[in-house]
């Protein structure tokens, strides 16, 4: 065991050639509350069903280090616009289950302040837990339908969640005259892009590598129209 005691010495050094993998700069005490979030997700799966997954190493790779590669491009697009990485922005995770990725978007960038919303009360429950167990004051689990919120995001994410019509459809209201959508997605969902409804519009798409997982992987960033935002503005 480690000296935390929370998992062997191969799931630790697995977390942290990731981390290294992917570029990212975060910090020992970060990558401790990221073990400590999977030894939690192990611990309540056993009564809440959080994961069809198991095992500790399928846990890291498939859901902490997938999350983990959406930091980065996250990072980037609040550095262009706002010109700074660390400025902060108000994130809602769609469909967020266990957490995903907004717990670990959370624990990575602290000046981020993560809602995370699900229908099921149990995971929205799982997730208040952890942002008190790992004293996340960025971090809230909500529940609720998604089409019931309101409060203006600068970034909706999701992922894993739903078709791309229906995530921005149920979404809309929620999203800030200027904020975006970023959707994790497994192979670039063309048709799923082409059915999008007039009020959404593609600007980006980008390919994602995830250390030690050979899986098709990418991320599209969504717009409202500028017409549209200038509409919302000026009304």
Same mark, same amino acid.
């Given at each position: ?11 630790? @050094? ?15 005490? $970060? $990558?401790? $509350?990221?073990?400590? #979030? ?7 799966? =056993?009564? #809440? ?5 198991? @095992?500790? $190493? ?49 624990? +990575? +960038? ?12 149990? =995971?929205? *429950?799982?997730? @208040? @837990? ?42 809309? *209201? *929620? ?9 994790? =997605? ?14 959404? &519009?593609?600007?980006?798409?980008? &390919? ?9 992987? +990418? ?17």
């Amino acid at each position: 065991m480690t000296a935390d005691g929370l998992f062997e010495a191969g799931i630790v @050094q697995g977390l942290s050639l990731g981390i290294e993998s992917l570029s990212l700069n975060v910090a020992e005490p $970060q $990558q401790r $509350q990221l073990l400590s #979030y999977m030894a939690l997700i192990q611990k309540w799966n =056993k009564v #809440y069903n959080l994961t069809a997954l198991r @095992q500790a $190493q399928e846990i890291l790779t498939h859901h902490l280090l997938d999350s983990l590669s959406a930091v980065s491009p996250l990072l980037g697009h609040i550095a262009k616009t706002k010109g700074d990485a660390n400025a902060g922005i108000e994130l809602l995770d769609v469909g967020s289950g266990g957490g995903l990725p907004g717990v670990v978007i959370a624990i +990575c +960038c602290p000046n981020i302040r993560v809602t995370c919303v699900d229908t099921v009360s149990k =995971k929205a *429950a799982f997730v @208040q @837990q952890v942002a008190a167990s790992l004293r996340l004051s960025n971090l809230r689990g909500v529940h609720a339908r998604v089409e019931s919120l309101t409060a203006p995001y600068d970034l909706i994410c999701s992922r894993a969640f739903a078709s791309l019509p229906d995530f921005v459809s149920w979404s809309a *209201a *929620a999203l800030s005259d200027g904020g975006v959508w970023m959707a994790m =997605k497994g192979k670039l969902p063309e048709a799923e892009m082409a059915a999008l409804p007039s009020f959404a &519009q593609v600007f980006h798409v980008e &390919q994602l590598q995830v250390p030690g997982l050979e899986a098709d992987r +990418c991320m599209v960033w969504m717009k409202k129209p500028t017409t549209l935002s200038t509409q919302a503005s000026s009304s």
